[in-house]
C-alpha cells in the first residue's frame, strides 16, 4: 500500500539555526515525490517536484533532496517567515492520485 | 481575479442544513479537486473532474454532492452532515497535460458542523 510519513509532526528553531525535515515513502514505481508549504489559514502552495532519486532542488532557504525511500527538506539559517507547515505527497504507478503525509508544522523564533 | 478562489471562508451549519462550497479558477486550467483537511491528518482526496467529467470519487457519502458545469467552477453541495465533517475543505486545480503533482490551491473554506 503506497504510504507517506513526514517528521517529525513539529520542529521549533531558533531563527539561523539549520535542520531538515523527513518524508520516508513507500509507492509502486514512484513517478514524483512533491513539497508544498502551507500557511495558517490558507491552502498549500507548491515548492517542488522530485522525479528520481539523487535529485536535488533548491528555493532559497530549501533544498529538498530525494533517496529510493525518503525526502528531505533541508532549510538553512531559516528566517520566521519560513515559518509554516511542510506537506509532502508522492504520485506511483499504480495510482494517479497523490497520497500526502500529515505535514510537519515548522515554528522559527526570533 | 486570480488564481483559485473559495466561498464562503467560513461556514457554520446545522445538522439538517442544505449549504454548498464555491470554487473559481482563473488559471485556465483543466482539473479541479476537492480535498478535506483535518487537523493532524494528511489531505483526502475527495473529487476529481478532469474536462468537467467526474474521474475520481474516493467513496465519499452522499451527503457530499460535487458539481462542476464548466471547468473553471467546481461546486460541493452539502446536505444532512454529521459533526465528523467539519474540516477545512479546500478547491485546487491542475492542468492535466503538465505535472500531474503541481496543484494550485485556494484559501479553503472552514466548515463547522454543529
Known amino acids: 500500500e503506497d504510504q507517506v510519513t513526514q517528521s517529525p509532526e513539529a520542529l521549533r528553531l531558533q531563527e539561523g539555526e539549520s535542520s531538515s525535515l523527513n518524508c520516508s515513502y513507500t509507492v509502486s514505481g514512484l513517478r514524483g515525490l512533491f513539497w508544498y508549504r502551507q500557511d495558517p489559514g490558507k491552502g498549500p502552495e507548491f515548492l517542488f517536484t522530485?522525479?528520481?532519486?539523487?535529485e536535488e532542488k533548491e528555493k532559497e532557504r530549501l533544498k529538498a533532496t530525494l533517496t529510493k525511500k525518503e525526502s528531505f527538506l533541508h532549510i538553512t539559517a531559516p528566517k520566521p517567515e519560513d515559518s509554516a507547515t511542510y506537506l509532502c505527497?508522492?504520485?506511483?504507478?499504480?495510482?494517479?492520485?497523490?497520497?500526502w503525509g500529515a505535514g510537519t508544522k515548522l515554528i522559527i523564533k526570533p | 481575479e486570480t488564481g483559485v478562489t473559495q466561498t464562503p471562508r467560513h461556514l457554520v451549519m446545522g445538522m439538517t442544513n442544505k449549504k454548498s462550497l464555491k470554487c473559481e479558477q482563473h488559471?485556465?486550467?483543466?482539473?479541479m479537486y476537492w480535498y478535506k483537511q483535518s487537523a493532524k491528518k494528511p489531505l483526502e482526496l475527495m473529487f476529481v473532474?478532469?474536462?468537467?467529467?467526474?474521474?475520481e470519487n474516493n467513496s465519499v457519502p452522499s451527503r457530499f454532492s460535487p458539481e462542476c458545469p464548466n471547468s473553471s467552477h467546481l461546486f460541493l453541495h452539502l446536505h444532512t452532515l454529521q459533526p465528523e465533517d467539519s474540516a477545512l475543505y479546500l478547491c485546487a486545480s491542475s492542468q492535466v497535460s503538465l505535472n500531474t503533482g503541481e496543484l494550485f490551491f485556494g484559501e479553503g473554506s472552514r466548515l463547522t458542523v454543529l
Open positions: 522530485l522525479y528520481s532519486a539523487g
Open positions: 473532474y478532469n474536462f468537467k467529467e467526474q474521474t
Open positions: 505527497a508522492v504520485e506511483g504507478d499504480s495510482n494517479y492520485q497523490l497520497i
Open positions: 488559471l485556465g486550467h483543466n482539473a
